[in-house]
C-alpha cells in the first residue's frame, strides 16, 4: 500500500502550494480548487483525509462537508477545516456540519499540521478496523 492520502481543497494557489509542501512527503496529495471539483476527485481516488477551506467562491466548505457527510461512500473520511476566520463561531458551525478538526491559517505551522494529520488518520484506521469486526 503507498502513502496515504490527502484531498486539499483551497482556492488559494498560495496555501495549496505550502500546504502541499508541508504534507507531499509523507502524503500523497491531490488538489481542487472549490468543493464541486472535490466532489468528483474524492469520488474517484477516494482520499484518506480532506483538508478543506470554508470560504470559497461558488461552493464553500460548508457544503462541501455537508456532501462529504451524505455520500455513503465518503462520509467516513475525516474532514479538517483550513480557514482564516477564527471566529468561535465559524468553528463551531464547521464542527457541527462533520468537521473533525480545524486549522487557523494564520497559525499554520508544519510540526503542528502534520501533528493534527496523523491523529486524524489514526482515528480513520481505528475506525476501520471497529468496522471490520
Not at 16 to 45: F, H, P, Q
Request: proline share 5%; aromatic share 4%; hydrophobic share 40%.
Amino acid at each position: 500500500m503507498g502513502r496515504p492520502h490527502i484531498l486539499l481543497i483551497d482556492d488559494d494557489p498560495f496555501i495549496r502550494s505550502l500546504v502541499t509542501a508541508m504534507l507531499r512527503c509523507e502524503y500523497r496529495i491531490s488538489v481542487a480548487i472549490d468543493g464541486m471539483d472535490d466532489l468528483c476527485k474524492a469520488v474517484e481516488d477516494p482520499p484518506d483525509l480532506v483538508i478543506v477551506d470554508l470560504e470559497m467562491p461558488q461552493w464553500d466548505g460548508l457544503q462541501t462537508i455537508n456532501e462529504l457527510r451524505t455520500s455513503e461512500k465518503l462520509k467516513l473520511i475525516p474532514v479538517m477545516v483550513l480557514t482564516a476566520n477564527s471566529s468561535r463561531q465559524t468553528v463551531v458551525n464547521a464542527i457541527k456540519k462533520g468537521a473533525d478538526d480545524y486549522f487557523i491559517k494564520t497559525s499554520l505551522s508544519r510540526p503542528e499540521l502534520l501533528k493534527k494529520v496523523r491523529r486524524l488518520m489514526d482515528l480513520e484506521r481505528q475506525e476501520s478496523i471497529r468496522q471490520a469486526c
